[in-house]
């Protein structure tokens, strides 16, 4: 009899079987001193995408204490908080791409609840989201484009560099330069994106022999041309004060683009990806290296990756503190809310408490 399936109420919000048996291990972590104080002090919830372990992570506080909170989701990518109205969006990478909304309820501090999921063809290959006036865009890596996503599984292709074109024409067969961060701005002309490669070769983003140190780049949405080169797989460029800050992570770096060349701020212990900036402290993840791809990797000791997050003076590239997951792999995007806003998502790390989550979810209402 299936009469007692699909119950878990994390497999509902996510429509995933496997959400009801998501590991222990990947949820336990490691916090250096000082680490709660910070976010008190800040006043935020930092939320976390873990692409390989299919979580949603939210670390803040609550009533004064230490708040760690996740959500599963198949393959979760690209996050973008928009922070005057509290809505989250998070893109599921795979085929079809999915983007699943949530918004804070008005209870129970806010928690991140779910409130629609849109499909969108898989060839997209979505990546970064981000808002860009009332709208919200995506890397479409798979077509070396960005593009404007409708609410309804529609989409526009709205900017791509000029190394894309052949004969004046974009080539959106296949993905070709790993077009896959943007630092948005005001417009997409004030906006910048990340690729990994000026060139369409015969070998692909995906091949293993793929070449990638130095060949990286943040593009101008401007000019559609190299604004900064000599990276090496960069991502999750943003833009803070004018200035565009971005994750070198074949080399573990964190620095921002200024003279078309990166200026290195920090060096920290694996892949950097994932960045948002709150004031002057920058939060970026670091990942550990899959071992087949260590090539993607040249500057880093694959032995020593690790799976974190880490709070970087801008100033003075000083790791304030850091909060690493000892079994955890892989980051892909960070971003922050306020937690007057949010205290996270509705499963706490620590311990489910399934009757608590069952009478949330049967009467939630959102703002």
Not at 23 to 34: Q, Y
Not at 102 to 124: D, H, I, K, M, R
Not at 198 to 203: E, Y
Not at 240 to 260: I, Q, T
Request: proline content about 5%; charged content about 20%; some cysteine.
């Amino acid at each position: 009899m299936n009469d007692a399936e699909w119950r878990d109420t994390a497999q509902i919000c996510s429509q995933w079987r496997e959400a009801a048996r998501i590991a222990p291990a990947f949820l336990e972590c490691k916090v250096s001193r000082g680490w709660w104080s910070m976010f008190l002090e800040l006043g935020i919830t930092l939320l976390i995408t873990r692409e390989y372990e299919h979580l949603v992570m939210a670390l803040g506080s609550l009533n004064g204490r230490p708040h760690i909170t996740y959500l599963p989701l198949p393959h979760p990518s690209g996050l973008t908080v928009d922070r005057a109205s509290g809505r989250v969006q998070i893109a599921s990478t795979r085929n079809p791409n999915q983007v699943y909304t949530y918004e804070p309820t008005v209870s129970e501090g806010g928690l991140l609840a779910p409130v629609s999921s849109v499909f969108y063809p898989g060839n997209l290959y979505l990546h970064d989201l981000a808002r860009i006036g009332s709208s919200l865009f995506a890397n479409a890596v798979g077509h070396n484009a960005v593009a404007r996503l409708g609410d309804d599984g529609s989409f526009e292709r709205v900017w791509w560099p000029d190394c894309v074109e052949r004969a004046g024409e974009p080539d959106f067969s296949r993905n070709y330069i790993q077009l896959n961060s943007i630092a948005a701005g005001r417009t997409l002309r004030s906006s910048f994106f990340t690729a990994s490669s000026t060139s369409m070769g015969r070998l692909r983003p995906g091949h293993l022999k793929y070449p990638v140190d130095r060949r990286g780049v943040i593009f101008s949405g401007a000019t559609r041309e190299p604004f900064c080169t000599g990276l090496t797989r960069p991502h999750s460029a943003r833009l803070k004060d004018g200035r565009v800050w971005v994750a070198n992570s074949g080399y573990g770096e964190l620095g921002f683009a200024e003279d078309c060349r990166l200026h290195v701020v920090a060096r920290l212990p694996g892949w950097t990806r994932g960045l948002c900036i709150v004031n002057d402290i920058a939060f970026v993840a670091t990942s550990r290296v899959i071992p087949r791809y260590a090539a993607y990797a040249p500057g880093l000791d694959v032995s020593k990756t690790r799976c974190a997050v880490h709070a970087v003076c801008c100033k003075s590239g000083k790791v304030l503190g850091s909060l690493e997951w000892p079994e955890g792999n892989q980051i892909f995007a960070i971003d922050w809310i306020a937690a007057a806003a949010s205290a996270g998502f509705p499963f706490e790390a620590l311990k489910r408490r399934h009757a608590r989550e069952r009478a949330f979810f049967y009467s939630y209402a959102t703002r």
